[in-house]
């Protein structure tokens, strides 16, 4: 008789472990991290945009798992659909039938993308990247990609070689022969199609990486270059699509642009299942699988499982009743502008910037000599650390999660729950200023918390 399982048992004999365990069996730089930064704490549950921990504090959710929790953690419409799913018992994954959900997924999605007309499902957004990058590289008959300098596309072997940032490229080379153009560039991107073996450029409408927004226009006009020269527009919207900035998708903010394939993950899980999407036209997916011989050419063996399509039918739902997109663009209106409002009140504050719930905050040389010297001695320790200092304490003092936009930039980057409401904007932006009070004071614990950030930057060399 087979034992039974007690999960909630496990958790309550074991849970006090959770950073010991990750140190000794996982990535044991992730735990000596969260404690070197405060960062190691509890959370018990979560619900929406915020965490609970033991002691029943709340937290405010700025980062949503890095843009996966679209519509909030634990979500009862998704939920349900999980259960239900899990209820059926469907004959799932036999690989030689044609399950109900994956199409009536790809239905559902395609609807809110003009000018696609098929689908593949994935597990995750690199993998999403993955398929676009072959299905381009076969259909246009050429081998070249081209990608954006400080782009970030994924961190498999595929997607990392059209990866921006060296940071994540050093030491895994050979990588595939792609080339980099700086974002907004049209006469980069005509020079490299000239030579007649690009395939396709790949770019995400907004950069996550220090939340750079493509200029007005380069999307459009990139596209009728590639498409003179018979490439393809690859429209990464992994972090930017489903609602994120203000539109179901970043590139319909601009007229006229009609990527030729589409990648999508992240929100598309509601939080439980690893799922992506790469959505294409009909002549590219036509062509990669012409014959019954090349019926299994491309494909995942955990893609389009029962789990993964019911979740996503569950959000797609849900973005639609609750009126997602709309939530996002208004809402990040607000928080933006309330932002941008402080400006020329802090010195240190820069710029903000972004669309929607895409949102970066970022910090530059002051002009004041006492915070300028400050300034430069976090400078000369490492790039990066003022943006730290400043997310440290909206947690530990104001329980605001938040994370800097990327290694070595002074950017903060809000990606919070499309859920999030006025009340939600008002408890960051009173934070956030209480912060950016503490700074421009000159003392206190957020600079001492500074001078803890140099040492450790320094004895990391």
């Known amino acids: 008789m087979t034992k039974e399982f007690d999960l909630g048992a496990l958790l309550a004999e074991r849970g006090a472990e959770r950073y010991e365990l990750h140190g000794k069996y996982l990535n044991h730089q992730l735990p000596r991290m969260l404690h070197t930064i405060g960062f190691d704490k509890v959370y018990e549950r979560a619900e929406g945009a915020h965490f609970w921990d033991a002691d029943g504090n709340d937290y405010l959710d700025m980062l949503a798992g890095f843009g996966v929790m679209g519509v909030g953690r634990h979500h009862p419409v998704v939920r349900k659909a999980l259960h239900d799913v899990l209820d059926a018992q469907l004959a799932d994954l036999t690989r030689f039938d044609c399950q109900p959900l994956p199409g009536l997924l790809a239905e559902r999605l395609l609807t809110h993308s003009p000018h696609l007309d098929r689908v593949f499902f994935g597990n995750s957004g ?163 699988y012409s014959s019954m011989d090349r019926v299994l050419v491309h494909s995942a063996s955990f893609g389009a499982n029962a789990q993964a399509m019911a979740a996503g039918l569950a959000v797609l739902s849900v973005m639609e009743d609750e009126q997602i997109v709309a939530n996002a663009r208004a809402t990040g209106e607000q928080l933006k502008s309330r932002l941008a409002a402080l400006i020329d009140k802090y010195e240190l504050l820069a710029d903000v910037r972004g669309r929607g719930l895409m949102i970066g905050i970022e910090f530059g040389r002051p002009k004041s000599l006492k915070l300028r010297s400050r300034w430069t001695m976090l400078q000369a320790a490492r790039k990066g650390l003022f943006a730290q200092m400043v997310v440290v304490p909206l947690l530990q003092r104001h329980r605001i999660l938040t994370q800097v936009s990327g290694d070595h930039l002074e950017v903060i980057k809000l990606i919070p729950p499309l859920v999030i409401g006025e009340e939600d904007v008002d408890r960051f932006v009173d934070a956030f200023t209480a912060v950016m009070d503490d700074a421009h004071s000159g003392g206190g614990l957020m600079w001492d918390f500074g001078k803890t950030l140099v040492k450790q930057a320094v004895a990391n060399r």
């Open 126 to 288: 690199t993998e999403a990247v993955e398929t676009a990058l072959k299905f381009a590289r076969f259909a246009a008959g050429r081998p070249r990609i081209l990608y954006c300098d400080h782009a970030f596309h994924g961190l498999t072997t595929g997607s990392l070689s059209v990866n921006g940032e060296d940071g994540f490229r050093d030491g895994f080379a050979p990588l595939l022969p792609d080339t980099a153009i700086p974002l907004g560039d049209l006469d980069a991107l005509e020079r490299e199609l000239k030579k007649g073996d690009v395939a396709a450029l790949i770019v995400e409408p907004i950069q996550g990486k220090g939340v750079h927004e493509a200029p007005p226009g380069y999307l459009r006009a990139a596209q009728e270059l590639l498409h003179k020269h018979k490439a393809l527009l690859i429209a990464d919207e992994v972090q930017t699509g489903l609602g994120r900035t203000g539109d179901f998708y970043a590139y319909q903010h601009e007229d006229g642009v009609e990527p030729d394939l589409v990648c999508v993950a992240k929100s598309l899980s509601g939080g439980y299942v690893p799922v992506s999407a790469t959505l294409g036209k009909d002549w590219i997916f036509k062509k990669v």
